[in-house]
């Protein structure tokens, strides 16, 4: 029985988690449901991005564009579609293994495709500013905007959630 709510469980009462009090099938949904949400947001970036790159190559700017330009343009382009590709990767994944009771499963390899999209997120984010910059600029101050940019992100995005997970982590 579950002692918050008195009903039977579906695994017999095992606990995975003594603080949340879960069985693993209930912490499966939930990091799902916060998976979800999570992706909800990288996307939603991802998608916007890479439609207004989509719409550069048809302007008649990009005929001016100098050969690393173009260069940069295309390569800000792939890295933006497999960002999509990895963070549109998990619902497919979901709906692909969907009552085949693999959900612990498929919470790791969908945090696998996450992170991955989130590191090609960076990418297509670095590579786009760097275009933008190149052209609005031309200047020589555009590698050391790109570099204190990239450095932000990689603070916001992995240093201090990895210094939270070290510092506040129980040693269990």
């Known amino acids: 029985m579950n002692e918050r709510n008195g009903s039977a469980r579906p ?3 095992k606990r995975t988690d003594p603080g949340r009090r879960e069985s693993a099938e209930e912490r ?5 449901q916060e998976l979800m949400q999570e992706i909800r947001v990288a996307q939603t970036g991802v998608q916007i991005l890479f439609g207004f790159l989509l719409t550069v ?5 990009f005929q001016a564009l100098s050969d690393t330009d173009r260069a940069i343009y295309i390569a800000t382009v792939v890295v933006g579609s497999l960002a999509a590709g990895a963070l549109i990767g998990p619902v497919s994944f979901h ?3 969907s009552g085949r009771r ?16 989130i590191v090609l997120l960076l990418a297509t984010f670095t590579s786009a500013l760097l275009l933008v910059l190149r ?3 031309h200047g020589m101050l555009v590698p050391c905007l790109v570099g204190g940019v990239v450095a932000w992100y990689l603070l916001c995005w992995f240093a201090l959630p990895l210094w939270a ?3 506040h982590t129980d040693e269990r």
């Not at 919470?107 to 495709?113: G, K, P, Q, Y």
């Open 28 to 32: 499966a949904d939930r990091q799902w």
């Open 135 to 137: 052209v609005a600029t």
């Open 102 to 117: 693999i959900k612990p499963e498929a919470v790791v390899w969908a945090s696998r495709l996450t992170f991955t999209g």
């Open 11 to 13: 695994d017999g009462g």
């Open 57 to 61: 190559a048809f302007t008649p700017h």
């Open 165 to 167: 997970r070290e510092r």
């Open 95 to 97: 709906r692909i293994v």
